[in-house]
Every structure is written in structure tokens, then in C-alpha cells.
């Protein structure tokens, strides 16, 4: 029970697209991950999830169409739809899901 | 399933202390809300809250500690911790709670 301070935490992570855990609330995690580039088409079947920008900017793209997010910005990819995070060129992104969730998408 | 923009949200928010739900994640609701002051005392039996300051200053005062939040930073109130949310002077806070949380806590 401290307060996190976001800023601490993306210092903190060395490696990008490994997500650290830095909150724990009812049925879900929060995480902090550094993006950069393009990751991989996947979809989680029971889960949304939520992005939030806290840097850079951040393509989700979609099969019908894509969100540009930028600082301040969130967007929740519904469960079971496929999306393909790109950071552009980097983003620090936030995210909430729910425990269940694997990191790519059961 | 639109992006959100928080400054935009929250210039949409004319009233203190009256939480607008900006988005639905599973079992929670996304929320923002512009806390001036001091509110009440109060604890939520079954829910954690995640309190995000994305502008301004928030004191969350516990019977053991009070916290103080900056934009950035965020803190989880676990279940049954009594806490009074007081904004210096004012804040703009994002909540991440479950939709069966009420305002004053249950």
C-alpha cells in the first residue's frame, strides 16, 4: 500500500514489451510497459483491456480500423477483438486487465 | 469503443465530486472526476479504488497515514481502509473501480 509514482516506474523497466505489474486492484493487475515498434495480431477472448498513454504515442490497429493514442489518451480493446499494439516510434503505456489475462491473449 | 481523451473529459466536467464514467472494462468502470477539498470519510467494504492524479495535487487521508498524490502518481485503497479524498486545492483524478462501488461507499 504506496503510492506509485509512474515516471519511477517506466525508469525502471529496461526492456520493452515485458510489462511490470505495479498495482494490484479487486480482479485485475496494473501494468506499466515500455512499446516500441510493432508487436504481435492477437486477441484476448474474455478480457478487455485498457491503454493509456503516459508518453509517446501509441497505434492500435485493428482489422477495422486503427486508434492513434497519444499522451492522455486511453482506449479500451474489447475482448475478442484482434489488435496489434505499435508504438510510434516508442510509447509508456499503462495498462489494466484483469489478472486472467496472458500476455498474448488466451 | 472510442479513444478518450482526459483533457477533454475534464473540461467536460463542470461540478466537483461527481465521478463521470468514461469507460467499461470488464468488471469496472473507468471514471474521471474534478475534487476540490475535502470530501468525507468513508470505506468501500468489497472494492479496492485506484486513484490516478492526472492534474493537480490529492491528499488521501487514512486513519494511519495520508498520502499525497501529484500528477503521475496513483494509489490503491484497498477494501475497508477508511479514507477522505481531499483535493489542494483542487485535483483531476481518474478512478479505476468496480461498477458495484458506490459513491459513499458500502
Known sequence: MKKINLTDEF???????EPKIVGEL???YVKCAKL???????SHKNEDELFL???G????KMRDKDVL?????FFIVPK???HCPVGQPEAHVL???????TKMGE
Chains 1, 2 share one sequence.
Not at 11 to 17: D, G, H, K, R, V
Not at 57 to 60: E, N, P, S
Not at 69 to 73: F, Y
Open 11 to 17: 525508469n525502471s523497466i529496461q526492456s520493452y514489451w
Open 26 to 28: 479487486n480482479e485485475d
Open 36 to 42: 516500441k515498434g510493432e508487436f504481435v495480431w492477437h
Open 53 to 55: 498513454v503516459v508518453k
Open 57 to 60: 504515442k501509441l497505434l492500435i
Open 69 to 73: 493514442l497519444k499522451r492522455g489518451e
Open 80 to 82: 475478442g477483438v484482434e
Open 95 to 101: 495498462f489494466v486487465e484483469l489478472k486472467s489475462t
